[in-house]
T-cell receptor, first 117, second 115 residues
Framework: GAVVSQHPSRVICKSGTSVKIECRSL??????MFWYRQFPKQSLMLMAT?????????EQGVEKDKFLINHASLTLSTLTVTSAHPEDSSFYIC?????????????FGPGTRLTVL | AQSVAQPEDQVNVAEGNPLTVKCTYS??????LFWYVQYPNRGLQFLLK??????LVKGSYGFEAEFNKSQTSFHLKKPSALVSDSALYFC?????????????FGTGTKLQVIP
């Protein structure tokens, strides 16, 4: 149980285009989903937290107009990188939390490798 | 503010030997501690967590971790390392028990098990 999927697993796009990444909880309802960015050989940087049906909460320094997050249902959250540039190339990972208890661990998707040419 | 430190960028251990991956934390309240493992180009997999109770927590794949409040540590251990344990390990902490579940991750420790 507690499987999180991401699509696509890998995407290459041209500079200036927008890319959408989907995160789905396959066998549970995720009240909260998180989006992380991971640079090579570095830790995960939390970008934003989204709760179903409400606006995402962005971490300091993350441009909300550039990284659009939509959490339309309890099983789907999307991250859209708008007008992507080479510096946006990274490994993006989503995770999902169950319930509102802080005791629950997060379940992570397999990640999406974004390369902007 | 909460923080996690993983002092070792890399740990090398011979197959069959015990392994330890270190983690120390800083929180204002009670800590909720987690260990995750990441294989190349993959997401993170949950290994174990400490919420309350017994200081020795057992998790997946034979891993365990010991919570030490006085030393603010949560070191990951395994009695006998396998080559397949080679991966990147992240310690994480959260100090809010409900609602907003922000987790802070350490910088990761690369574990290399040598055959």
């Amino acid at each position: 149980g507690a499987v999180v999927s991401q699509h696509p697993s890998r995407v290459i796009c041209k500079s200036g285009t927008s890319v959408k990444i989907e995160c789905r909880s396959l066998d549970f309802q995720a009240t909260t989903m998180f989006w992380y960015r991971q640079f090579p050989k570095q830790s995960l940087m939390l970008m934003a937290t989204s709760n179903e049906g409400s606006k995402a909460t962005y971490e300091q320094g993350v441009e909300k107009d550039k990284f659009l997050i939509n959490h339309a249902s309890l099983t789907l959250s999307t991250l859209t990188v708008t007008s992507a540039h080479p510096e946006d190339s990274s490994f993006y990972i989503c995770s999902a939390g169950t319930g509102t208890s802080g005791y629950n661990e997060q379940f992570f998707g397999p990640g999406t490798r974004l390369t902007v040419l | 503010a909460q923080s996690v430190a993983q002092p070792e960028d890399q740990v090398n251990v011979a197959e069959g030997n015990p392994l330890t991956v270190k983690c120390t934390y800083s929180v204002s309240g009670n800590p909720y501690l987690f260990w995750y493992v990441q294989y190349p180009n993959r997401g993170l997999q949950f290994l174990l967590k400490y919420i309350t109770g017994d200081n020795l927590v057992k998790g997946s794949y034979g891993f365990e971790a010991e919570f030490n409040k006085s030393q603010t540590s949560f070191h990951l251990k395994k009695p006998s390392a396998l080559v397949s344990d080679s991966a990147l390990y992240f310690c994480a902490v959260r100090d809010k028990p409900g609602g907003y579940q922000k987790v802070t991750f350490g910088t990761g420790t690369k574990l290399q098990v040598i055959p």
